[in-house]
């Protein structure tokens, strides 16, 4: 989730690492939060591996700042991500959300149909938080009234993005 964070930013401008990091944390902070000593390892990887480069820019008050620009390959790699997410990306809330974040750099619209149908077979899938055995429970079910809560809180989030699904979907296709 980080390196795909870090190559979708970049896919859109260069950016200096303090400023990456603060674009991370808006999207994944509170989640997430993004630690420098988990940043800048996660920079360095993309970088050895030639999807990133970093250039030294003088600082206006302070040190100099690093400046970090995607490469060609980058981009690629970007794309290739996006196109065959890993079915945590698709299944993973928090994961989902920085894969669709950056989903318009596909510049394919099969391609980046295709992801949104995932994720749509995936909602589409008979799920709860709590179980009886093996059967799913839903909010109508349960006395406890948090409990209760959380699904009738996941059925509305699932309804929306649903409805917001099928709605991408159609304009996709059409």
């Known amino acids: 989730m980080l390196e795909l964070a870090i190559l979708g930013f970049l896919y859109d401008a260069p950016l200096h690492g303090y400023e990456l990091r603060k674009r991370i944390a808006a999207l994944t902070g509170h989640v997430k939060p993004i630690a420098e000593s988990t940043l800048y390892p996660a920079i360095k990887r993309l970088e050895k591996a030639g999807l990133l480069e970093r250039a030294t820019e003088p600082g206006s008050v302070a040190a100099p700042r690093h400046v970090l620009t995607l490469t060609e390959d980058g981009r690629r790699d970007l794309r290739r991500r996006l196109a065959e997410p890993v079915q945590r990306d698709i299944t993973d809330e928090n994961?989902?959300?920085?894969?669709?974040?950056?989903?318009?750099?596909?510049?394919?619209?099969?391609?980046?149909?295709?992801?949104?149908?995932?994720?749509?077979?995936?909602?589409?899938?008979?799920?709860?938080?709590?179980?009886?055995?093996?059967?799913?429970?839903?909010?109508?079910?349960?006395?406890?009234?948090?409990?209760?809560?959380?699904?009738?809180?996941?059925?509305?989030?699932?309804?929306?993005?649903?409805?917001?699904?099928?709605?991408?979907?159609?304009?996709?296709d059409g």
Not at 110 to 139: H, I, K, M, N, T
């Open 95 to 172: 994961r989902w959300f920085t894969l669709l974040a950056f989903l318009r750099h596909l510049d394919d619209t099969a391609a980046q149909a295709a992801v949104l149908r995932r994720r749509l077979a995936f909602l589409e899938e008979p799920a709860s938080f709590f179980y009886e055995g093996d059967r799913p429970l839903r909010a109508e079910e349960l006395d406890d009234p948090f409990r209760r809560g959380i699904l009738t809180i996941a059925r509305a989030t699932s309804q929306a993005e649903l409805t917001w699904l099928r709605a991408t979907l159609a304009s996709l």
